[in-house]
């Protein structure tokens, strides 16, 4: 079996240096940062709000391609920022908010608002997408169906939007709460063909609840259009080492199912109320809690289902050469928490929230293979041993 190529979408918000209220400078930052031009098949994009923007990598092979194209898309991109007096920030959700932004230009942005209306008036939640390519759209759906499992683990794992408007929320992931009122949100229903995949995508839009059959709220779903899976559970990435575990351990899981499909091993059944108590379970307590085994149907430590995860995947990882990548990586989530205990141990010292929006602000630009931010008391951190036992 090839090794599965690879693409990541990254989506930032804008801030001003001064007030770190997220600014309506997409167009004028994605105007500068395309003329600093971008890696072979990368982009920018603009979003439907005019406080974010996006990135794509191109169609990687390996991780190590993949963390150049992150590098220098953020660097263009924060670049182009500071020219426009902002800053890049990779968050889940502002920390603070100076209320509803302008939307981009654009038929589809309009048709959208029109739509979701006060849904999308606030709606600033970034995400980090993992496409990995496949065969056919008919294997992205049969994979979809096995990675259904784990997606909450991704986005336990990807925390990284602890406040909002300037107030704690109480969540690690106040982003999935807000994309859990668009209609189809959260995990995917388990589908037997890429036939009944699109045929319930095109219910959606008779019913009137999806834009057109390129829009779904689902966290994983196979391209309308090329042979990829996209999965989408992630807070977007904090930092690149972040986006890079997301993108190894994403690609893993889709190595792994493809060989329970060539193995003829069915995907678990996972009732769909599970499902989204696992989702918020996830948002709720990220890593630092308990969680929802969605096979199980009950309470389990979160970092019971994240060793689970990684015991599953070891295989996978050991074959595209990409364990001693992730197994770095979890051990530094694991040590420094994720980005959303990272925000509320900067809170917890500075009891300011600004000095939280600085602190992602370095984050969004460090190009460092690690970063060291401690952890609050409560979170504490597993010991090596974890690692270690669930990838060597």
Known sequence: MDFETVGVEEEFLLVDPASRLPVPLSVEVLDTALAGGVPTGASFQPELVRTQV??????????????????????????????????????????????????????????????????????????????????????????????????????????????????????ASWRMVTQARFPGAGIPPYFPSVTAYDREVARLVDCGVLVDADMTFWLARPSPRYATLEVRAADTAGTVDDALLQAALTRALVRTARADLAAGRDAPEVHEQVAAAAMWSAARHGLDGPAVDPLLGKQVPAKDLLHQMLVRVRPALEETGDLPLVRRQVHRVLTAGTSAARQRATYAQAREWRAVVDMLVAQTAQTTQTIHTARTAETGALPAPFVADALG
């Open 54 to 171: 996006e990135t794509a990598t191109g169609v990687c092979g390996d991780m190590s391609t993949v963390a150049e194209h992150l590098r220098a898309l953020r660097g263009t991109l924060g670049a182009a920022a500071r020219t426009h007096d902002a800053r890049l920030v990779s968050v889940g959700n502002p920390v603070l908010s100076g209320g509803p932004p302008p939307l981009t230009p654009g038929e589809r942005f309009d048709r959208i608002h029109r739509q979701y209306a006060e849904i999308v008036d606030s709606y600033q939640a970034c995400g980090c997408h993992v496409h990995v390519g496949l065969p056919d759209r008919e294997t992205a759906v049969a994979v979809l169906n096995h990675l259904r499992p784990w997606l909450p683990t991704l986005l336990a794992l990807s925390a990284n939007s602890a406040l909002t408007d300037g107030r704690d929320t109480g969540y």
